[in-house]
Structure formats: C-alpha cells, structure tokens
C-alpha cells in the first residue's frame, strides 16, 4: 500500500520530516480510541515515501487495537522495509489517558 520514488538527491544526507497530527488506533485493553501525533524523520536512501500513501495507510490503524510500543515500532519496520533509509526515527507522541502522556521514539541505523 506504500508508495516510493527515486531519491532525487541519492548522493546527499538529508532529512524528511513528515507529521501527522491525527493518528488513531485503539486500545487493545479498553477499545477507547487512542490519539496521538506521528513524527517520522528519515534520511533518504534510494526511495522516498509518497505522501498520499503514507496517510491512507496510517489510516489503516484506526480501527486496530494494539499497543503505543507495538504501532510505533510496527511503523518503523515497515517504513525501513519499504524504503530502506540511511538513518529513520518514528516517534509516537500520544494523547492523556487518566493524565498520563506517553511518548515512544524508535529508530534505524542503516549498516554501512
């Protein structure tokens, strides 16, 4: 479901900052919807992600119930399959539940 391009830049380091501010997914231990802000920050290998894709498919875990630790690492599996960057982090930054915040950041090193 993820689309990619070509890397118009392969032979530069730089950062892609994408950010979605409404993510959802439930609870796998109430069903209360979750809410939250996904931040991915990737260096480019030889694909990018495209934009469109990205969101249709984050949209994907609205209706799915799993954990905060479990769809932040899930993100960044398949974003490192999909694209296979230099470097990536995908950090969750959820909603209070009961006054608590919780933030959980993930990330890839390429080997080299």
Not at 42 to 55: H, R
Request: proline share 7%; aromatic share 10%; charged share 20%.
């Amino acid at each position: 479901m993820l689309e990619t391009f070509p890397n118009p830049a392969p032979g530069r380091d730089y950062e892609i900052e994408i950010v979605q501010p409404e993510f959802t997914s439930v609870c796998p231990k109430t069903g209360h919807p979750d809410f939250g802000t996904i931040r991915v920050l990737y260096v480019p290998g030889g694909l990018c992600v495209e934009l469109k894709s990205f969101k249709l498919w984050l949209q994907t875990y609205r209706d799915k119930g799993i954990f905060y630790e479990a769809v932040t690492n899930e993100i960044l599996d398949t974003l490192v399959a999909a694209l296979a960057p230099r470097r990536m982090t995908v950090c969750g930054e959820f909603s209070a539940r009961g006054g608590v915040t919780t933030t959980v950041r993930c990330t890839h090193e390429a080997s080299a």
